[in-house]
C-alpha cells in the first residue's frame, strides 16, 4: 500500500500546496526523508514566486501531480548536515535553485551543466529516484544534497536575493556562454519582467550596452531611469525597430507570451545571436532568408549548472544585483498569483516564509 504523504518519510513538513487545476493554495502537513550522509537540511527563510510555480500548480503544462508544492528560489539556514558533508555547517546560510539531484556522470554532469542531464531531479514537480515526490520552497524546510545547495554570499540580501536563484542564473548563463558579457556589447532584452529586468542589471554590470524592448510604453522611465537601461525600443513601432535594424551582438528574449522575433532577429548585427529564454506556447515563426542574411543564430538556454549558479551568486553580490521585489506572506500567495497572471508585481513576489508559514 502506499505511504501517506505525511509517513512516506521520517521528518515532519509542513507548507502551501495546491491540490487541484484550480492552483489554489492551503496548508498542508507532509514529510522529508532522513539526513542522509551528504545531505544538508535547512530551515527556509525565503522563497520567490516563479511564473513556472503557477503553471506547475494549475497544470498547464499537463506534467502535474497533485499536491504539488513549488517553490525553486529557495534561501535558508542549515539545520543539520549529513556525515560527509564537506561545503556546509550548520548555521550557514544557503540557497536552493531549480534542480536537487542528477545521475552525476553523464556528459552534461560532468562537463557542470546538470541542468542538461536527463535525469535530473528539479525541485518540485517530479520524483526522487527513490520514487517520492519532490517538493519545493513553500514549506518549513528543505533537504538536498551538498552538491545542489549553494553558497549564499555575505553581501547578498536574502529576499532580493532569492529570485537570482531561477531568475538570475537564466539571464546571466546565455549572457556568458554567448559572450555577451564584454563591456562595450550591445545587448538586447525583450520583456521587462521577472526576467528583463535581472537580465537588464546582469548585462549592465558586464559593461554592455543595454536595449530595452516592450510593447509598453510605460516602461520606458523605469527601463532608463530604474534599471540605467541605455535604450528603449517599442517593438511594435517600425519606425523604431527600423531605426535600430543591425545594431545588436545579442538579444536575451524573456517573453513567455506569443510574438513576433522577425524584427528582432533584423536588429541583430551579422553573426548576431538571439537567445531565447522564456517559451511562448506557440512555435516562433522565422523566415530562413532572416537567418542567412548575416549569419544570425537563434538559440535557447535554461538556468545554468551548480557551479556557474554559484559563480552568479557571487557576482552579483560583488556588484549589488538583486530582483526588485515584493515581499509577501504566504497566505498571500493566491492574491500574488492572481496578480502575477496580470503582470501587476515589479517584479518578482517573494514569500517571507519563515516569519509567516505557521504549523497546522
Ligand atoms: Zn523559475
Ligand atoms: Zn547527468
Known amino acids: 500500500m502506499a505511504k501517506s504523504l505525511e509517513s512516506e518519510h521520517p521528518i515532519k513538513a509542513y507548507g502551501y500546496a495546491a491540490h487541484d487545476t484550480s492552483g489554489k493554495f492551503s496548508p498542508i502537513t507532509f514529510s522529508r526523508r532522513a539526513t542522509g550522509e551528504k545531505d544538508v537540511r535547512f530551515k527556509v527563510l525565503y522563497c520567490g514566486i516563479c511564473h ?41 546560510t544557503v540557497g536552493v535553485g531549480c534542480l536537487v539531484d542528477s545521475c552525476r556522470s553523464c556528459e552534461s554532469c560532468i562537463s557542470d551543466c546538470e541542468q542538461f542531464c536527463a535525469k535530473q531531479v528539479q525541485t518540485y514537480g517530479v520524483q526522487n529516484y527513490d520514487g517520492t515526490q519532490v517538493y519545493g520552497g513553500y514549506s518549513d524546510h528543505m533537504i538536498s544534497d551538498e552538491h545542489f545547495v549553494l553558497r549564499w554570499p555575505e553581501k547578498l540580501p536574502l529576499d532580493s536575493g532569492a529570485p537570482l536563484l531561477c531568475a538570475g ?39 554592455a550596452e543595454v536595449t530595452v524592448f516592450s510593447t509598453t510604453a510605460a516602461k520606458k522611465e523605469e527601463a532608463i531611469e530604474g534599471l540605467k537601461a541605455d535604450h528603449f525600443i517599442i517593438s511594435k513601432d517600425e519606425e523604431q525597430m527600423k531605426a535600430a535594424m543591425g545594431t545588436l551582438d545579442g538579444i536575451i528574449d524573456t517573453v513567455s507570451g506569443n510574438h513576433p522575433i ?68 504566504i497566505d498571500y500567495v493566491n492574491t500574488a ?22 504549523a497546522e
Open 337 to 358: 498569483i492572481e496578480r502575477l497572471l496580470k503582470s501587476d508585481v515589479r517584479y518578482r513576489f517573494v514569500i517571507d516564509v519563515a516569519n509567516s508559514l505557521k
Open 262 to 329: 522577425l524584427g528582432l532577429l533584423g536588429t541583430l548585427k551579422p553573426n548576431g545571436k538571439l537567445v531565447v529564454v522564456g517559451a511562448p506556447e506557440k512555435p516562433h515563426e522565422v523566415a530562413a532568408f532572416s537567418l542567412i542574411f548575416g549569419r544570425k543564430t537563434i538559440a535557447g538556454s535554461a538556468i545554468g549548472g551548480l557551479k556557474e549558479t554559484q559563480e552568479m551568486l557571487d557576482f552579483a553580490a560583488e556588484h549589488g544585483i538583486t530582483a526588485d521585489v515584493e515581499v509577501i506572506p
Open 169 to 207: 542564473i537564466t539571464t546571466y548563463s546565455p549572457l556568458r556562454y554567448f559572450g555577451l558579457d564584454k563591456p562595450g556589447t550591445k545587448v538586447g532584452v525583450v520583456g521587462l519582467g521577472g526576467l528583463g529586468h535581472v537580465a537588464v542589471k546582469m548585462a549592465k554590470a558586464f559593461g
Open 52 to 92: 513556472s510555480d503557477l503553471h506547475y500548480a494549475k497544470n498547464e503544462w499537463g506534467v502535474t501531480t497533485y499536491p504539488v508544492i513549488p517553490g525553486h528560489e529557495v534561501v535558508g539556514i542549515v539545520t543539520e548536515v549529513g556525515s560527509k558533508v564537506e561545503k556546509f555547517k550548520v548555521g550557514d
